[in-house]
């Protein structure tokens, strides 16, 4: 248990305290009777006894469009729930496009900017007309309510028409990113089946020119009940395939200009998207997410916990094979303006991104913990490079940021700016955890749980561990809880997935411990738990000492089983440029991990490779490491991998350096 407070590095100033949308809701709620509230801590402690209310009000504050009111809000409280916003009728795109449909006129809404094209600006108006002019070929192609539509889309203004288009139509909106090989892709889009696959003709990443004429080929081919291929030519130079089946996107657009957006009105829980599981453990689960929890949830989010407004605009550094895609879309409904960045963060250099904050007065950006800690190896200073003024909020995810990455966001961006970790995942869409305006932020620690949001921590016999390290589990009904997997009719594999572990609780596999002023540390995949002699260690607990060595480029920890029944902890380490694994390096190694964690922590072997394996959404993959050691190649998925070599590069470093006898057991060392 973490006893020691850590030092807070950003307060709220008195805007965040008193003019925030988060300061605003909370003076609402007063004014309409749902209580008084001196602080977050109360704040959220009535959102999570008062779930109904809680949702009920958010409701009201954000204004949901809906074209038929609720009759409850919540018909089954039990988990996973049921019943959301029973009775009511809505559409989330409709919901997205508020301001756009209020104000249809040319004030910027999306800004795109990549490596494969020029800059492109879209105004309110030019948005909802080419949404109008989609909706109308995909009408055309016989495209409704409950049919998908799938893409292997750039972060480009194509996929956001698109995905608004298909979801004002009822339809469900799924999407990879065009780095996705042709067997990944089909492992998705094979299990929902879409009626029309969007494709880029090509892109450019890292100064690198990408055709995928031959992989667009391969999935029109290979994907049942396929009718058609919308092209987007993005790549200069590359062209459409020549096949009747796949339709260029300016001719669709232009057989239908003209044509007004339409929203179908369906129930709250209709499906709107469809996100996979990683797929590193077997096929990808098809998570299917409803129009009223995304909806609900990310206004909650992005306009209470981001306080985004209209005159922001947010940038999220992600792929739309990533959830941070969606949740990124959803900034739509509070009136900031959406700046989309596709290609390499650092062509042609780790500047690129800040240089595109400065020149779009970015006010909220948000990029992986990686990212942050490169620049930080990299000794960057983008306060000092870049006019970052605009910049109020900075998110970063995708795995724990190290408390020295706290330090440099503070030295190296100014003290002005409200950091904000949050965790959450695709399971949800969202977060769990997060900051708040009304909450500081310390060192190490994500600020707090989100409003409505019961998270613990649980040991293994589903006890509470009060401030101990444990799994998290959600024990509050959320609305972005899924509304179901695909092809799961009695739900069975669903609730396998989330609340076999504690019966009626959403274990969610994190690793996480709660500090006592209410902030979070994750402390890695509960799956990828380490128990040398028993005692469970959270791999970020490593990462934190290894990876901000300057020697240390990358790492990856893993549990590796030993003949007695026991586990090792074995280091994988990327050395930086320049530097080699040496006896010297491999003790100061050790020397840091005892004095800083503990002895028990201290791994047993250590052996450099060139790169550890990642998801294709840029997380370590522990597990296939760890599945590997163990000898399991039975549902093997290399596919799922962004860098399927690095196993087999493990698999030869591994055999040329097995366990060595042990003396004395771990638990003693
Ligand atoms: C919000 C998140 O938790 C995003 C991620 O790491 O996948």
Redesign the pocket.
Known sequence: MTTERAEILWQPDAHALNDSTMARYRDWLAREGYGSFSDYGALHQWSITQTEAFWESLWRFTGVIASRGYTRVLADPGLPPRGWFEGARLNFAENLLRHALRHPDSQECVTEVGESRATVRLGRGALLAQVGALQGWLRAQGVGVGDRVAGVVANTHEALVAMLATTGLGAIWSSASPDFGTAAILDRFGQIRPKVLLTVTGYRYQGRDHDRGAQNRALAAALPRLERVLSIALLPGSAHPDDPVFVPWEQALAAHAGALPEFVQLPPDHPVYILYSSGTTGVPKCIVHGAAGMLLNHSKELLLHADLGPGDSLCYFTTTG???WNWMASALLTGARLVLYDGSPAQPSLERLWALLAQERVSHFGTSAKYLGNCRKQGLTPGAEHDLAALRVLFS??SPLLAEDYDWVYEALGRELMLSS?????DICG?FVGGSPLVAVRRGEIPCRLLGVDVRAFDPEGRDTEGARGELVCLSPLPCMPVGFWDDADGSRYREAYFSRFPGVWAHGDFVEFTAHGGAIIHGRADATLNPGGVRIGTAELYRQVETLPEIADSLVVGAPLPDGDVEVLLLVVMAEGHALDAAMIQTIRQRIRANASPRHVPARILAVSQVPYTR?G?KVELAVARMLRGETGDDNAHALANPEALAEIAAVLAAAPPRPRATPATTS
Do not use: A, L
């Open positions: 990533w959830m941070m995810t995708g949050i965790s959450g995942g695709t977060c959404s997380k």
